[in-house]
């Protein structure tokens, strides 16, 4: 595994103070849905989610692990401009996602994704992701052991399944040698 061990403690100059501080190196997010509201509860929404994913990887974007959740999903990943890549992921999926529910008519959701929208949003009716993904630089081989496996086990924890493997929308059975929806790059 090839990772620099340099620590940055830069403050970003915009809204969030989580910066991705070598943007070509694999880190870890958590990307949550504004308010913590639960979106991905059909598999067409999670859909939207692992399309634009291999989207991304086939634009060269490596991916690690994943997990998604109702309401967020950690990714570890990594890319030539990881910050503009994770941009434009939230970006395309907001509008995506959004769209869905609009034509939907998912009203209940589509009023909290406009009640909870922050104020200087005023170009828009809708928020639908959080602001930042609180990226973490991958530093060791051993920090990346770590969060594939705190990835992995999140369904577990909030007792989903009981075992990793068996969560559907996670990486964790690429891990253990079966095909998952999503070919992860297991190589670090």
Avoid: C
């Avoid at 990307?31 to 509201?37: E, F, G, N, R, Y």
């Avoid at 509008?95 to 034509?103: A, F, I, P, S």
């Avoid at 991958?138 to 594939?148: A, G, T, W, Y």
């Avoid at 990486?171 to 670090?188: F, I, Q």
Wanted: aromatic fraction near 12%; charged fraction near 25%; charge should be positive.
């Amino acid at each position: 595994m090839h990772i620099r061990l340099t620590v940055h403690s830069e403050l970003n100059m915009g809204r969030s103070r989580y910066k991705f501080t070598e943007p070509d190196q694999p880190h870890f997010m958590t990307i949550t849905v504004l308010h913590w509201i639960s979106v991905f509860t059909r598999p067409e929404t999670v859909a939207i989610l692992l399309d634009s994913m291999r989207y991304m990887m086939s634009q060269g974007m490596k991916i690690h692990a994943y997990v998604i959740l109702e309401n967020h999903l950690h990714l570890l990943a990594q890319s030539q401009e990881l910050d503009r890549d994770i941009a434009k992921f939230k970006a395309y999926t907001a509008r995506q996602l959004l769209k869905w529910l609009t034509e939907r008519n998912v009203t209940t959701l589509l009023d909290q994704l406009a009640f909870y929208k922050k104020a200087h949003k005023g170009d828009r009716a809708y928020q639908f992701w959080q602001e930042g993904v609180h990226p973490e630089l991958i530093q060791s081989e051993s920090m990346m052991k770590q969060k594939v496996e705190y990835i992995h086990q999140n369904p577990v924890k909030r007792g989903y399944v009981d075992r990793a493997e068996y969560w559907r929308y996670s990486s964790a059975s690429n891990y253990v040698g079966v095909e998952g929806l999503l070919e992860v790059d297991r190589l670090w």
